[in-house]
């Protein structure tokens, strides 16, 4: 067995992306072109430049003049070629390369095949041979040669006549310009004979280039960079994007890396502008605010706005869309802003509130203009308070935000703990439990209950802080009883922790 003219890495694809772009090595890849139409079998010749490099003797059919001997459409256009393969009968087909392969450059091969009998297939055998000179052989069998890509991916369940894809990838050895298709490990049993169809040969070289550093117009004007590769497995632009293409659309470098199972590229372009201006984004401003543009600076002297005007700058004083127009030689660049004038928000709490005892205020804001909230976790609009404190509100819009303050105090008359002196719980609906309170600046922490012996009859430290008369499950007998009260007193910044006691009287 002949040593490998060339190392490769084959790898088996069946769905890669669009490889169009990269030159084809082969002439005449799709079978399209013909020196005379074939009119029967054993003419691959007539497929310039294709030739059969052993005694055996390959098939050309073309649209041209059809016969059944096509079994199928060609997988593209109106050509393509048949191999038969028996005991000791192998078929190839053989082509001169455009051009030698490049020492350690990496290439992709790729061929579409059917058969009418797939059961037939010999799976593991068909493939593709790269050599710096022809292989030819006067005899009808194997090939003494080692394809550098060999078919593992197709099995005998492939359909009947159904086009398949076989590809791989080879890196030269250097000097290579024939390439030679067919079966290389083993031909079929007896009985065992098959036909195979190929259309859509090709040899791609495994290269990506995003073109020249350029400059463009302006910021209208953008560019589809194409890193497309045949065979690629992952695409990795500079901002983390993954697909083949990448739209430039701002000034900068713009780099992409490309792996393949055979190497990996990168690639860098520079994108310029001639005409790069920005005259802002779309703004928002208050009623009575005034904007001024301006032309960049070394602008060109042929410019104008959007009402033909030619100043430098450009005031703005009412809604609407504001362009500029810079031409310079055959580069015309526009860029716009839209202005918005909107009323600025108002707000208006109310004047600040001293409150006594049990009192308490409800602040109903006053506000137009935008959107209302309290700077605390409150949602609704209109609050009641019942502590001292400070409350603050803001209104915003796209314009601005403004902001309100109102203070509630209960200092100015002292803060008093109420306590009945008597209750009846008799279920009449009045004065049927004991209940104390403050003003807002007063927390209960804890009720307890005394009867006259000082036992304790009642205790709680959760609200509300309320003894409805039962003891022990029954109801308290009528006389005197003794309370404590322990709450925390709110002083300015500061909290007091305080206790009251006193006697209550229960009545039926």
Not at 16 to 41: I, S
Request: glycine share 8%.
């Amino acid at each position: 067995m002949r040593s490998r003219a060339v190392w490769m890495v084959w790898w088996l694809v069946m769905c890669l992306p669009g490889v169009a772009m990269a030159q084809n090595l082969l002439q005449n890849g799709g079978f399209e072109e013909y020196r005379t139409c074939p009119r029967q079998d054993n003419l691959l010749g007539e497929a310039v430049p294709w030739y059969n490099p052993n005694g055996a003797t390959p098939d050309f059919y073309h649209q041209c003049f059809p016969t059944v001997q096509m079994e199928l459409p060609p997988h593209s256009g109106q050509g393509l070629a048949r191999l038969f393969l028996d005991v000791s009968w192998a078929e190839y087909l053989a082509t001169p390369l455009k051009k030698p392969l490049v020492a350690d450059d990496c290439y992709f091969f790729e061929m579409y095949v059917a058969t009418p009998t797939p059961n037939k297939y010999l799976s593991g055998t068909i493939g593709a041979f790269l050599s710096e000179k022809p292989i030819t052989s006067p005899e009808k069998g194997l090939l003494p040669v080692d394809a550098q890509v060999i078919d593992n991916a197709l099995t005998t369940s492939i359909p009947m006549l159904r086009w398949e894809r076989i590809s791989g990838y080879v890196k030269a050895k250097g000097g290579e310009q024939y390439l030679t298709i067919g079966s290389f490990k083993k031909l079929p049993v007896f009985l065992g004979y098959f036909y195979l169809f190929i259309d859509d040969v090709s040899l791609l070289p495994i290269k990506m280039d995003l073109g020249n550093d350029t400059t463009l117009c302006g910021r209208n004007s953008t560019l589809l960079l194409d890193a497309t590769t045949p065979g690629a497995t992952e695409y990795r632009w500079h901002d983390g994007s993954t697909a083949p293409t990448f739209r430039a659309t701002q000034p900068g470098h713009y780099s992409v890396t490309v792996t393949t199972p055979c190497k990996v590229l990168r690639d860098t372009i520079r994108v310029d502008y001639a005409l790069d201006f920005d005259l802002g984004r779309d703004t928002t401003l208050c009623e009575g605010q005034t904007l001024t543009l301006k032309t960049p600076a070394g602008v060109p002297p042929t410019f104008r706005w959007q009402d033909g005007s030619t100043t430098l700058t450009y005031p703005v004083r009412q809604d609407g869309l504001y362009s500029l127009r810079v031409e310079q030689a055959r580069c015309v660049a526009t860029d716009s802003i839209q202005i918005r004038f909107v009323p600025p928000p108002r707000l208006n709490l109310g004047l600040d509130q001293n409150l006594c005892g049990a009192e308490v205020y409800t602040i109903r804001p006053d506000f137009a203009e935008g959107k209302f909230s309290w700077q605390d976790p409150f949602e609704a609009v209109v609050r009641t308070v019942g502590q001292s404190g400070f409350f603050q509100a803001s209104v915003s819009n796209d314009c601005a935000t403004v902001r309100d303050t109102v203070r509630i105090s209960y200092a100015d008359c002292g803060c008093v703990l109420y306590t009945p002196d008597i209750f009846t719980p008799n279920a009449d609906g009045q004065n049927d439990v004991f209940q104390p309170f403050g003003c807002g600046d007063i927390t209960i922490t804890s009720l307890s209950i005394f009867n006259r012996w000082g036992e304790l009859v009642f205790q709680t430290t959760e609200p509300p802080f309320a003894w409805n008369g039962m003891y022990q499950g029954k109801t308290a007998p009528v006389g005197v009883y003794g309370w404590q009260i322990r709450y925390q007193l709110q002083q300015g910044t500061g909290v007091l922790a305080e206790q009251k006691r006193g006697a209550l009287g229960l009545t039926r």
